[in-house]
């Protein structure tokens, strides 16, 4: 019977890279370029951390390889049947605090945050049908592209990604769009990097012209979601551009994306079981060390269950 076990287990895992490696040659297959090649056909490390459908994927893009650069990708692949939760504190939390916490088997940080806002959210902000915090509007009246969109979980744990509509970013509109959507819990993000099956321009702006570590969630058509980091601020992964962002989003068949924090604050945390301890699974770079150790603490974080 063990050696049953042990041959589904095996034909499950092989079955899953298979599928998900041709699903991305076929999207290639339009537009192919030199960094979208390598970037598909790269040796992936895979871990399957949980039967039911969840596994990482990470590798190291070195001698400059992609974008003329190192760089460093952890990629999430998380089935459907999970929940989700948005979870935060009014204090700032380690990620792999946050996911300990909530009896989590993964977890990403979440959104933008300052020291002194609501909740530390600059973001809207509602958990348990509890709003907790608004968006903080400029001066000028306008949403900025941080708030162009929003992460939204259902009671049942479903997660969806919604791009805020035109005419609300450039109103004064702060959270009645927010106020709209049903779901229990919402926090707001940006840029909204893909929706619908296509990308969404990016504005041209030094935040997202730089090269830094970046948190981005997407969402395929089949419902598989992706919580993606990318290292920065290291010799060994020098961090994206948020159209080098966009475009690994694209090649990973993302259907809807979405920008998070990032910087300092791009974290990805998972465990195999509830008994197992968090670990820190890219390499958080507030400590300036191409190490695990590097965590900052966050406001809120997006954790699987």
Same mark, same amino acid.
């Given at each position: 019977?063990?050696? @049953?076990i042990?041959?589904?287990?095996f ?8 599928t998900?490696? =041709?699903?991305l040659?076929?999207e290639?297959s339009?537009?192919?370029d030199a ?5 598909? +056909?790269a040796?992936?490390e895979k871990r ?7 596994m990482l ?7 400059s390889?992609?974008? @003329? ?5 952890s990629v999430?692949?998380?089935r459907?049947?999970f ?7 009014t204090?700032?939390?380690l ?5 300990e916490y ?6 990403i +940080? ?7 806002a609501p909740?530390?959210?600059? +973001?809207?902000?509602?958990i348990?049908q @509890?709003?907790?915090?608004p ?9 900025t592209?941080? =708030?162009?969109?929003?992460?939204a979980?259902?009671?049942k ?5 919604y791009a ?6 450039l ?15 919402v926090i707001?993000?940006?840029?909204v990097?893909?929706?619908?099956g296509k990308?969404v ?6 935040f ?5 570590p970046r948190t981005?969630?997407?969402i395929?058509r089949?419902?598989?979601?992706l919580l993606?980091?990318?290292?920065g ?8 551009t948020?159209e080098?962002l966009q475009?690994i989003?694209?090649?990973l068949?993302?259907?809807d ?32 060390n191409?190490d695990? =150790?590097g ?5 809120n974080?997006?954790?699987v269950?």
């Open positions: 019977m063990k050696r @049953n042990g041959w589904l287990l034909l499950w895992i092989f079955l899953l890279a298979a998900d490696s =041709q699903g040659k076929q290639l339009v537009t192919p960094d979208s090649v390598l970037f598909v +056909n040796r992936w399957l951390l949980h039967l039911g459908g969840i994927r990470q590798c190291a893009f070195t001698d390889s992609l974008f @003329n650069s190192n760089q460093f990708v999430l692949e998380v459907s049947s929940r989700f939760d948005i979870v935060a504190d204090a700032l939390v990620t792999s605090d946050f996911v909530a009896d989590a088997l993964a977890g +940080n979440g959104s933008f945050f300052a020291w002194d909740w530390k959210s600059v +973001n809207y902000l509602r348990d @509890n709003e907790l915090a968006n903080r509007i400029p001066k000028e009246g306008l949403r592209f941080r =708030q162009s969109g929003s992460i979980v259902s009671d744990g479903k997660l969806s990604i805020v509509p035109d005419h609300v970013m109103t004064d509109d702060q959270d009645r769009w927010e106020k709209g959507l049903a779901a229990e819990d707001s993000s940006g840029p990097l893909r929706s619908a990308d321009p990016v504005i041209e702006n030094q997202n012209k730089a090269r830094h981005a969630l997407g395929r089949g419902g598989r979601i993606v980091v990318v290292d601020r290291a010799d060994e992964a020098a961090g994206m948020m080098e475009r989003m694209r090649w068949r993302s259907h994306a979405i920008n998070l924090d990032g910087g300092g604050s791009s974290t990805l945390c998972v465990r195999r079981n509830l008994r197992k301890p968090v670990e820190v699974a890219n390499h958080p770079s507030d400590n300036k191409f695990n =150790q965590e900052r603490r966050v406001a974080a997006l954790v269950k």
